[in-house]
């Protein structure tokens, strides 16, 4: 998950009226109970191995194991090289006695370096547990592995069938296994995404919303002149770049979820030179898809006022990562996961984010409702992407019960 260190928590409907308290499964609570150790031995081992996206060498450490993993679970596994960065995207497969296909996602690579895992090796105190990607996403990938071990000892196959994706490249926005994730998502009912949830925010969340990422661009041709000799014959860029980014700053829109904060700029050569060039960079964040086409529209309108006449602007908009909008199957989704979170007598919100996640990628367009899908259903963690990254160990039973649960009710 990118950029979560900013991310911008929106809980909505957590007042919502609790639905009514079911009693647990009770059988399924058991299988969750006794998967709590072994998922702590795959997370230390998962954890004590370097994943920093492009570390080719751990990741296929790694890929080895998830492989090995699946292969005992029962599914059939492929790979799919990520260029870009490197390493494998793995995906398994296994048929039910169902119909409804569901497919559950996650990262297996980290922001961390080279190195890290060594010096910060999983540990576990004070009821959590810490070391690099020990919640993102890790902690995620221990997860499926664990709730595939659990829907194996409750003998259950009632799906049509069951997907796993492992992906090298999350951290630095999938741009290798992206496609791979639209590609199989379409084909799917459910995606059910393991990033991690927010130990932060003191209530237990699942993710309803992922915002969109584009990269705004910014650029200004002037004239160079001398800055003493003969300034009246320049055109000065950066005057004119600060006159644009003050005229561009309203662009975002906070009742749809939009911003565009800008971010880097760039100008000048020497201190005695009008400058000819300048430019700067921009993080757009929005829900809403249609918000990409109004932003870039009315800001090409925009800069066509200028302060320095005879300069020349241009305004580009990256698509980066697209966002899981909010919609009614999701919603539909979380509000299930918050009604089997009840019988544990548990509080779930849905969380609305401002980080963007692989979420956006199994998102259809063009066909909102299939597949269905929920993120943050990994651990329950914090601080993601810094040394003191932490995983809560308690969130383990209730979020295998729920993930477990989940699979089972979606494939009925
Ligand atoms: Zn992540």
Redesign the pocket.
């Known amino acids: 998950?990118?950029s979560?260190a900013s991310l911008a928590l929106a809980l909505f409907v957590a007042l919502a009226p609790r639905p009514a308290l079911a009693a647990p499964d009770e059988a399924v609570l058991a299988a969750a109970k006794a998967q709590d150790g072994p998922y702590r031995e795959t997370l230390k081992g998962l954890v004590d191995v370097d994943t920093g996206t492009g570390d080719v060498a751990g990741l296929s450490k790694v890929e080895a194991v998830l492989k090995a993993r699946l292969e005992a679970a029962g599914l059939a596994v492929s790979t799919r090289a990520a260029p870009a960065f490197g390493g494998n995207t793995l995906v398994g497969t296994r048929s039910g006695t169902g119909t409804r296909k569901i497919m559950l996602l996650?990262?297996y690579d980290t922001v961390f370096g080279t190195g890290d895992a060594a010096k910060r090796p999983y540990t576990e105190r004070d009821g959590r547990a810490y070391g690099p990607g020990v919640a993102?996403?890790k902690g995620?990938v221990a997860m499926i592995l664990h709730v595939l071990a659990a829907l194996e000892a409750l003998r259950f196959d009632g799906y049509g069938a069951l997907t796993v994706m492992f992906n090298p490249d999350?951290?630095r926005g999938s741009r290798g296994s992206r496609d791979a994730i639209a590609e199989i998502a379409r084909d799917q009912d459910v995606v059910l995404s393991f990033?991690?949830s927010f130990a932060e925010a003191g209530i237990d969340a699942v993710t309803v919303a992922t915002k969109g990422i584009n990269y705004a661009s910014l650029t200004v041709k002037g004239r160079a002149s001398h800055a003493g000799g003969a300034p009246e014959a320049g055109r000065n860029a950066v005057v004119e770049l600060a006159h644009q980014i003050l005229q561009l700053q309203d662009l975002g829109d906070s009742a749809k979820g939009t911003s565009l904060h800008w971010t880097v700029i760039h100008g000048g050569t020497k201190p005695n030179i009008i400058p000819e060039d300048a430019r700067a960079e921009g993080d757009m964040r929005y829900f809403v898809p249609d918000e990409y086409d109004r932003v870039l529209t009315q800001a090409r309108r925009i800069i066509g006022a200028h302060r320095v006449p005879d300069t020349q602007v241009t305004f580009d908009l990256a698509k980066g990562r697209p966002p899981l909008p909010r919609n009614p199957a999701t919603k539909a989704l979380g509000e299930r996961a918050r009604a089997i979170y009840a019988e544990l007598g548990t509080p779930l919100a849905l969380a609305e984010i401002g980080g963007g996640?692989d979420a956006g990628y199994a998102f259809q367009p063009d066909s909102p409702a299939k597949p269905a899908i929920l993120e943050s259903l990994g651990i329950v963690g914090g601080h993601?992407h810094s040394a003191d990254e932490f995983a809560v160990l308690a969130s383990i039973t209730p979020r295998l019960y729920l993930a477990t649960r989940l699979v089972m009710e979606v494939s009925r």
Do not use: I, K, Q, S
């Open positions: 998950m990118r979560l996650v990262h993102d996403a995620g999350e951290e990033e991690p996640t993601y």
